[in-house]
């Protein structure tokens, strides 16, 4: 029996309910996929991240490579026991620091040259090395390198990459060692159908046991995204895997669903709750803001996470204020539990049928802010997960 599977039980719509089964533990999907750049979830153990309801996280081959090394994680007994993270993993292949690490890099048909954010030492990443390297890592999934082109773009620079993340997949594919590892490919095209159906015509044939949707939330608006999702993600192949890269606002996921995929990651639920961000049934809540100084409710009364369990609002604002490290961390795991329990729901309807009205009740409500009052921004950072 494969050490890896993937089966589909329930429909509606376009919208799938299945279950993955890796090595290191059966996931269920729609599934989203918490990010650890360098392996842990920033701030958070593998006990709470667990009690969250996650069941799959993924971790950076890149930041991997330079700290501490490949070699290293290989010896202290792979990504799953350095961690203490016992459930299934995914690796990227350090194709998004292509994109994000562009004033850093240049990249040719061989792979890519880059100096390290952290010294400016050289460090030279091709598709045989990303496997290499994520061969050692150990993680259940992982992926090809590709090329990831920036938003807006001319489409001659999209066909470009798209040829070349053709390639680079071929490579990977060959030097792909480990049959204990799910090898997904990665679909580039941008905002053109054509040329996302381009790309993924000529990675069918190569046997990979899931399929991604990549270059996506590098620039285009929501809508942007959302159009192109709905326009070509049922087109993957059905009896694998979908994962869109990278996205990860309640609106996207529920797109996504909507449209066929069944994974996504994204840096949102804690890099935003370091910042004050709590993510709700009900919008976005800002921590930070004046409001909330002497609040003594919780984030959410109806949540069951240990954040809504035994903290207000008004102590929660005063952490952040004093650049208290238990602040995001709170914070962070009410995203996380937020995000599972979403999924959860997302799931649930699924299975009962009822996809299209819980999708349509559920939209309007996600993508309210709850206040308007100025406060920090929460911008994206190419090195932070």
């Known amino acids: 029996m494969s050490a890896f599977s993937f089966e589909v039980s329930h429909t509606c719509g376009r919208a799938r309910r299945g279950r993955l089964r890796t090595p290191h533990g ?12 360098l392996g842990p979830i920033k701030g958070v153990t593998p006990d709470q991240l667990a009690a969250t309801g996650t069941q799959i996280q993924l971790a950076n081959t890149y930041h991997l490579m330079l700290r501490p090394g490949e070699r290293v994680v290989a010896d202290l007994g792979g990504l799953q026991r350095m961690t203490g993270w016992r459930r299934p993993m995914l690796t990227d292949s350090g194709g998004y620091q292509v994109f994000s690490l562009a004033t850093l890099r240049k990249i040719s048909d061989e792979g890519v040259d880059f100096r390290s954010h952290i010294d400016g030492a050289a460090v030279s990443l091709t598709p045989e090395r990303s496997i290499e390297i994520q061969n050692a890592l150990g993680a259940d999934i992982i992926m090809p390198l590709d090329e990831c082109p920036g938003l807006p773009a001319p489409d001659e620079v999209v066909s470009a990459a798209v040829e070349r993340t053709i390639r680079w997949a071929q490579r990977c594919r060959d030097a792909h060692r480990r049959d204990d590892q799910a090898l997904y490919g990665i679909v580039q095209g941008g905002l053109n159908p054509d040329l996302r159906r381009r790309c993924l015509s000529a990675l069918a044939p190569l046997g990979f046991d899931g399929f991604s949707i990549g270059g996506l939330a590098v620039g285009e608006s929501p809508p942007e995204m959302w159009r192109l999702l709905d326009q070509f993600a049922n087109e993957l192949p059905a009896d694998r895997p979908r994962y869109v890269m990278g996205i990860g606002t309640p609106a996207d996921l529920l797109h996504a669903v909507d449209a066929g995929v069944d994974q996504f990651d994204c840096v949102l639920p804690t890099r935003n709750g370091r910042k004050g961000y709590a993510f709700t049934w009900n919008g976005v809540l800002r921590l930070r803001n004046a409001a909330h100084r002497a609040d003594l409710s919780p984030i959410d009364a109806a949540c069951g996470c240990l954040c809504c369990r035994g903290f207000s609002r008004g102590y929660l604002r005063h952490l952040l204020s004093v650049g208290e490290v238990l602040g995001g961390t709170l914070i962070s795991l009410h995203n ?3 995000y599972q329990d979403f999924t959860r729901s997302m799931r649930e309807a699924i299975e009962c049928g009822q996809w299209g009205a819980f ?6 409500r996600v993508t309210a802010v709850s206040t308007t009052e100025p406060d920090e921004a929460a911008a994206a950072s190419p090195i932070e997960e």
């Open 359 to 364: 999708r349509d009740r559920t939209l309007p």
């Open 26 to 37: 059966e996931v269920d999907t729609p599934a989203f996929m918490p990010v650890g750049t």
């Open 336 to 338: 996380l539990h937020f």
